[in-house]
């Protein structure tokens, strides 16, 4: 078995990548998906507090933003809690069986999360941002509206309330408005 490294700093803010198993598209056609993720993560921050900087939820995937508290780098636990939380509540409408393989069963998993997430501690203000367009941009990169403001599934229409984008941003090509490819590429 793979042994990860992951970089952990108590108070520092990282970058996420989550995805579900086999990449189902669930997230959008199944409200009660949607909620339960929503309950999972307030439970979770009632008992293992961190902040939400940004979010966007695509079909079969999630990216966000958090800042941990400064006391504090357990990001792996927390994740471990909301995937266990929305894998107990939605299983059984979500569980393939045919997928269901030795090493599933052993772990006792479900068909409900890849196992892993990609996860960057974010290095600076730059950083932040570059992660921040990324991560508000992808509906437009995977093609499902044409202007980020049309996606309602994303903390975007929070930061256009507090000022960090205007509505229109995002509205030129995909290299004017960020500058970036994936995440941890050069600029």
């Not at 997430?117 to 992660?131: L, N, P, Q």
């Not at 437009?140 to 994303?154: A, I, M, T």
Request: glycine residues 6%.
């Amino acid at each position: 078995m793979s042994t990860y490294r992951r970089a952990k700093a108590t108070g520092s803010t990282y970058f996420f990548t989550v995805v579900t198993y086999r990449r189902q598209k669930f997230f959008l056609c199944d409200e009660h998906v949607r909620t339960t993720l929503r309950e999972a993560i307030g439970e979770v921050r009632a008992v293992c507090p961190f902040t939400i900087d940004g979010w966007v939820l695509l079909p079969d995937h999630l990216h966000c933003i958090w800042t941990l508290p400064p006391d504090n780098a357990d990001f792996g636990k927390r994740w471990a809690m909301i995937k266990r939380f929305v894998t107990k509540q939605c299983s059984p409408a979500l569980l393939s069986e045919a997928w269901l393989n030795t090493s599933k069963r052993k772990r006792n998993e479900s068909t409900v999360w890849q196992r892993r997430y990609w996860e960057h501690m974010i290095r600076d203000d730059r950083d932040y941002a570059r992660h921040m367009d990324y991560l508000h941009y992808n509906p437009v990169k995977h093609g499902l509206v044409k202007c980020v403001r049309d996606w309602p599934y994303s903390t975007f229409h929070r930061c256009i309330k507090e000022g960090v984008y205007r509505e229109d941003w995002g509205e030129a090509s995909h290299k004017e408005v960020g500058g970036f490819g994936e995440p941890g590429e050069g600029a």
